[in-house]
């Protein structure tokens, strides 16, 4: 059962536009949410996260979107650029028994960014 | 800083053999992790360790052992290989346990089993 999904396994952009890539989540208790990006032969970094009190979150020309009604976040990268090519993971934060922390990460979505 | 470093890079083993991963970090974090990728799936938790000496069960711990005897290392260890353990395999440190533990990453080791 995939608790949290990347119904989109790639993406290609033309670069200075607009990159969207979703993620949709089925547990309510979810309260926090991250995006990393991989390269190839690297391990994923992080990039940007959310809190589930918010609804956005900015850096540079990153953004996270949360609507927690519809258990859905987005990522959007404006603008574009070639060097954003990678894997991009979006990874949910559950609380276990003992109290720490885990992360639920989707199957990732590769996004390619056309010159 | 090295940041969380990983060896072997690549390995090929045959069905029975053992191997151990390693995994060190020099950014004094409490937290390690052992996770795996297949092939267009996301990143499953092998085994975690909360600090020297405690380590636990992710998802999908069957087929590997743990240790934690310092903080900076955290090796993987596979008894007897099989071909589903075949997958790239991430180590990853964070500072605390809690919500917002960024989690930082190895390069991967990339594991076949034939």
């Known amino acids: 059962d995939q608790q949290v999904k990347q119904n989109s396994p790639s993406l290609s952009v033309q670069e200075g536009r607009i990159s969207i890539l979703n993620c949709d989540y089925t547990n309510s208790m979810f309260d926090y949410f991250l995006w990393y990006k991989k390269y190839p032969a690297e391990g994923p970094t992080f990039l940007i996260s959310i809190s589930s009190i918010k609804d956005k979150n900015e850096d540079g020309r990153f953004t996270v979107f949360l609507n927690k009604s519809a258990k859905h976040l987005s990522l959007h990268i404006v603008p574009s650029q070639p060097g954003d090519s990678a894997v991009y993971f979006c990874?949910?934060?559950?609380?276990?028994?003992?109290?720490?922390?885990?992360?639920?990460f989707g199957t990732g979505t590769r996004l390619k960014v056309l010159a | 800083n090295a940041g969380v470093t990983q060896t072997p890079k690549f390995r090929i083993l045959k069905i029975g053999q053992s191997m151990t991963l390693q995994c060190a970090q020099d950014m004094n974090h409490n937290y390690m992790y052992w996770y795996r990728q297949d092939p267009g799936m996301g990143l499953k938790l092998i085994y975690y360790?909360?600090?020297?000496?405690?380590?636990d069960k992710g998802e999908v711990p069957n087929g590997y052992n743990v240790s934690r005897s310092t903080t900076e290392d955290f090796p993987l260890r596979l008894e007897l290989a099989a071909p589903s353990q075949t997958s790239v395999y991430f180590c990853a440190s964070s500072y605390t346990g809690g919500t917002y533990n960024e989690q930082f990453f190895g390069p991967g080791t990339r594991l076949t089993v034939l």
């Open positions: 360790s909360v600090g020297a000496g405690i380590t």
């Open positions: 990874a949910a934060s559950e609380r276990r028994s003992s109290g720490t922390y885990k992360y639920i």
